[in-house]
């Protein structure tokens, strides 16, 4: 038997493809001593180098994409030629190739180096940005949203990955809600730029041009940043010797090992065959849906209101705000309560039902409640980050992890391509049926969730009453096998957030 060969739990000899990389590190290496002192100062360095740089990438992944929503009260349809239906399909391309390269995405992310891809293709998305300033017309616009989704949708699969390498189960949603309330900052940089360039005149470009050459180009900066200083991984970092081990030590309560380069179709099969799949599935789309419609056209349903476009950028920033209160209230909640799938519930309950409520049955002229409607539904995007967590936390086989990544993401896209397509030129200036179909997706996200929920706690009964007793095996962490396989592995039905103190 080789080095890096185990026994599994059934007494099995396992090849060293199955081994995950981070075993084969430590066979190599000799073991040293990890007081808390040491990993309380480990985590603290990890959060001070790898945490702003999975923000800043969320960030301007929200930003860029949501540039055309403030391109588009700034006089993008004007300057270019294009209907409101047309604009409409711009919002929806995005999301059909982002959803079309999940699955390649993913696969690729697992051969690769994680982060050098994932500063790659912030890179190119960078570009593609930049060049919509140059855009004339339908056909360049089209080209260029269908690429950039192409080029984003390695983002958020990569954040998760990267979170799950570097973090525990109970520290993964306070890491994901960090770097997911890029959203509510995206939200609040493009809407005080937009209102900042629309002060700005020139003969040669106009202010949705400039906004667009501006963010395109700190993008590309990110990504070249992103290539250098984001490691691949804990065993491929600038970590001291003794730090690697502690960080690659420290994982394994997580029973979901840390990176395996070996594609194996059995933990596809094995992500499509789990009952949660499809439930996170579920609410990730009915809650996207919304998500879809807000982000797209957030400033179009403000200018409806019967603001101008100046004001409609300031009217904008609340969004953003709510939406970082959101997620960080849902992170101290849980924390506080133990409880995310109530949190959940009740972030759904506010943004989706209240908020589209006010949106769909308030009075046209009161103006005060169709606002505060419009930005409670900021709030249903708050419990995106704790779904992202579930998906790391309770998958376990790198394979595996990384199909549900994919699948998490193509729900993601599933609902965005649904919410604008419910806004038809038809509706304006109200657009009442799109605004009931936020209050009803939302219901039935709700309605999901409280499944999730009850099967997680049945599915750790049945687990307990199978393997009341089991024998732990020695490096059985780090043996790359999916959670169903580990029969010391129980699903998460609550995650505690620790918190960024130390």
Not at 4 to 12: E, R, T, Y
Not at 281 to 301: D, E, K
Not at 324 to 351: D, Y
């Amino acid at each position: 038997m080789t080095e890096s060969s185990k026994i599994d739990q059934d007494g099995q000899v396992l090849k060293a493809t199955d081994i995950d990389g981070a075993l084969e590190y430590l066979n190599q290496e000799s073991t040293t001593t990890m007081t808390e002192i040491n990993e309380k100062a480990l985590v603290r360095k990890l959060d001070l180098t790898i945490v702003p740089l999975m923000w800043a990438c969320y960030n301007l992944q929200y930003l860029d994409k949501t540039l055309i929503n403030y391109a588009n009260v700034m006089g993008l349809q004007e300057d270019t030629g294009i209907t409101g239906n047309q604009f409409s399909l711009l919002a929806t391309l995005f999301y059909v190739t982002y959803l079309a390269f999940e699955f390649p995405t993913g696969y690729l992310m697992q051969r690769l180096p994680t982060a050098k891809y994932l500063g790659a293709n912030v890179i190119l998305w960078g570009l593609m940005v930049t060049l919509n300033s140059a855009a004339k017309n339908w056909a360049a616009l089209a080209t260029l949203r269908a690429l950039l989704g192409c080029f984003e949708s390695a983002v958020a699969p990569a954040l998760i990955l990267v979170t799950s390498m570097w973090y525990k189960r109970s520290e993964q949603p306070a890491r994901v809600g960090f770097w997911y309330v890029g959203t509510g900052t995206g939200t609040i940089i493009g809407a005080l730029t937009s209102f900042g360039f629309q002060h700005y005149e020139s003969e040669i470009f106009t202010p949705w041009q400039i906004m667009f050459l501006l963010f395109g180009l700190i993008t590309i900066v990110v990504g070249i940043l992103t290539v250098i200083f984001l490691p691949d991984s804990p065993m491929k970092s600038r970590l001291t010797r003794e730090e690697k081990i502690w960080a690659i030590e420290r994982l394994r309560e997580n029973q979901t090992g840390i990176e395996n380069k070996h594609f194996k179709i059995y933990q596809v099969r094995d992500c499509f065959t789990d009952t949660q799949t499809w439930l996170i599935a579920l609410i990730t789309v009915t809650m996207s849906i919304p998500n879809g419609a807000v982000s797209s056209y957030q400033a179009t349903i403000i200018k409806g209101f019967g603001y101008t476009s100046k004001e409609t950028a300031l009217l904008s920033i609340p969004s953003g705000v709510i939406s970082c209160i959101a997620v960080i209230s849902a992170g101290v909640s849980s924390a506080k309560f133990n409880a995310r799938g109530p949190i959940i519930i009740i972030l759904l309950l506010i943004g989706g039902i209240l908020g589209g409520c006010l949106l769909a049955f308030s009075d046209p002229d009161n103006k005060a409640a169709l606002l505060a409607g419009n930005y409670l539904t900021n709030a249903i995007g708050a419990g995106l980050p704790l779904i992202y967590s579930y998906s790391a936390a309770n998958y376990a086989g790198h394979t595996k992890k990384v199909t549900m990544n994919a699948v998490v993401l193509i729900s993601f896209c599933l609902g965005n391509i649904i919410g604008p397509l419910t806004f038809r030129d038809a509706d304006k200036p109200m657009y009442l049926p799109a605004k009931i179909v936020i209050v009803a997706s939302t219901a039935v996200a709700l309605a999901a969730t409280a499944a999730l929920m009850t099967y997680y706690k049945w599915e750790n009964s049945r687990r307990d009453r199978l393997y009341p007793i089991i024998e732990h095996k020695e490096n059985s962490e780090f043996f790359d096998l999916t959670d169903r396989e580990n029969k010391e592995f129980r699903v998460r039905e609550t995650l505690i957030i620790t918190s960024f103190t130390y």
